[in-house]
């Protein structure tokens, strides 16, 4: 069985700051890993995902995420927020034996201050 | 433009009675997927899709029915069964396995008065 967890609940930031949103998994199987964005009352969209090959990944909106199988993460990052980046970031795992069964994290609140 | 629509966005259920939220999607997606959020628990899968006429159980389908008979449209009925239905239900799609990635809707939230 495949797990994922997202260490902080809540991640306030100052405008124009650098951030860091933490995700660690753990899978006995090859996975392949999403980000996720959701604003109030909305649903979740796809910021970016890893799949294979680079480690680095590259999303939508300035966002990153790396792979690290030593470490079993893969932390997202965006070197400056706006005030636009306030929501709720989601981090979703699935590994690739027999149907691929998606487990998504219990989420992080970034708030970002003017 | 494609895309995935929930309705109604607020749906008030009264006790033992059962409520249907409406999915569609115009993607031409194959798997079609209902997730159940509750603050600080992330989604939980309640039944998925691959393809028409065909769904299985997710991780908390106790309560829960669904049907498949349209490839664009995967209706999700909360039963009298489900003791506790308050939550924000969110339908999503993807091409094929979820690897790809998924589409969600802009989800339904409901309530019991």
């Known amino acids: 069985a495949q797990s994922v967890t997202q260490l902080d609940s809540q991640v306030p930031v100052f405008e124009e700051a650098p951030v860091e949103l933490r995700c660690n998994y753990s899978?006995?199987?090859?996975?392949?890993l999403f980000w996720y964005v959701q604003y109030p009352n909305q649903g979740l969209q796809l910021l970016l995902k890893?799949?294979?090959?680079?480690?680095l990944v590259k999303g939508i909106n300035g966002f990153e995420a790396e792979f690290n199988k030593s470490q079993t993460s893969f932390h997202l990052r965006k070197p400056s927020v706006h005030i636009s980046d306030t929501a709720e970031y989601f981090c979703?795992?699935?590994?690739?034996?027999?149907?691929?069964?998606?487990?998504f994290g219990t989420g992080t609140k970034l708030q970002v201050i003017p | 433009d494609g895309g995935i629509t929930q309705s109604p966005k607020y749906l008030f259920r009264k006790e033992g009675q059962n409520v249907t939220l409406s999915c569609e999607q115009n993607?031409?997606?194959?798997?079609m997927y209902w997730y159940r959020q509750d603050p600080g628990q992330g989604l939980r899968l309640i039944y998925y899709?691959?393809?028409?006429?065909?769904?299985q159980k997710g991780d908390i389908a106790e309560g829960y029915s669904v049907s498949r008979e349209k490839k664009e449209s995967f209706p999700l009925t909360v039963t009298s069964a489900q003791k506790n239905p308050t939550a924000f239900y969110l339908c999503?799609?993807?091409?094929?396995?979820?690897?790809?990635?998924?589409?969600f809707g802009s989800g339904t939230r409901l309530t019991v008065v």
């Open positions: 993607l031409n997606h194959d798997a």
């Open positions: 899978s006995s199987v090859s996975v392949y």
């Open positions: 890893y799949l294979s090959g680079s480690t």
């Open positions: 979703a795992v699935g590994d690739s034996g027999g149907y691929q069964k998606v487990t």
């Open positions: 999503a799609s993807s091409p094929g396995q979820p690897s790809y990635g998924y589409t």
């Open positions: 899709s691959q393809i028409v006429n065909d769904f």
